[in-house]
């Protein structure tokens, strides 16, 4: 099952927005991810915040009192990550987060930090980036051209193999501070495959918000 948090920043259009949403069991919006999401038509089952950053609080009228979890501004979760949590004591499989790209770099900063934690998320879509966690295995047959780059993430040494790439990964031993910048996707098949420990794959996208 898949579950979206949609989030303030910069995300993708209204297109990618609406292709992910469609396949999804659930869509919590955090704050003021309900603007991100109202505007693309993908109504949210909760939306969860301190509601201090909404522009158009006539928005949160459109929905049910029981669909909307309000909390302090003085708390100690950002909003995203309170959104997050509701997806995962669902313990959905999939946990897809949608904006959070540009503005201030704490966020941005705070939100890579999800992916060092277990659970963690999956897929983060911003405006023109896909960054997609590998835990076990990722396998593309969309990506011939593409660049991507690589970091470790999470407490374990990264070890994995990889198939598709102009650069290949086997035998490398990657700790927090190593990079793999601007690798190149030469096959139909992206095939990369985790030997210990996870990484993220980050790519340019063209799917702008």
């Not at 979206?4 to 297109?15: A, F, Q, S």
């Not at 897809?96 to 704490?106: A, F, Q, S």
Request: hydrophobic share 40%.
């Amino acid at each position: 099952m898949r579950g979206i948090v949609v989030t303030g920043g910069k995300g993708p259009g209204v297109n990618e927005l609406t292709r992910w949403a469609d396949g999804a069991h659930r869509v919590i919006a955090a704050d003021t991810g309900v603007e991100r999401a109202m505007e693309a038509g993908v109504e949210p089952d909760f939306v969860v915040g301190d509601m201090d950053s909404l522009r158009d609080v006539e928005l949160l009228q459109r929905l049910p009192e029981d669909r909307i979890k309000r909390f302090p501004p003085e708390k100690d979760n950002t909003d995203t990550e309170l959104a997050l949590e509701m997806l995962y004591a669902e313990q959905f499989d999939e946990v897809v987060l949608v904006g959070g790209g540009g503005g201030r770099m704490d966020h941005l900063i705070g939100i890579l930090s999800l992916f060092h934690r277990d659970p963690h998320p999956n897929v983060w879509l911003t405006s023109g980036n896909e960054i997609t966690a590998v835990d076990s295995m990722v396998q593309r047959g969309d990506l011939r051209g593409s660049t991507v780059s690589f970091f470790p993430v999470g407490n374990e040494p990264c070890r994995m193999r990889s198939h598709g790439l102009k650069w290949p990964l086997d035998g490398l031993v990657w700790t927090h501070g190593d990079v793999g910048i601007s690798n190149e996707v030469v096959s139909d098949e992206l095939r990369v495959e985790m030997i210990a420990g996870r990484l993220i794959m980050v790519r340019e996208s063209e799917n702008h918000g």
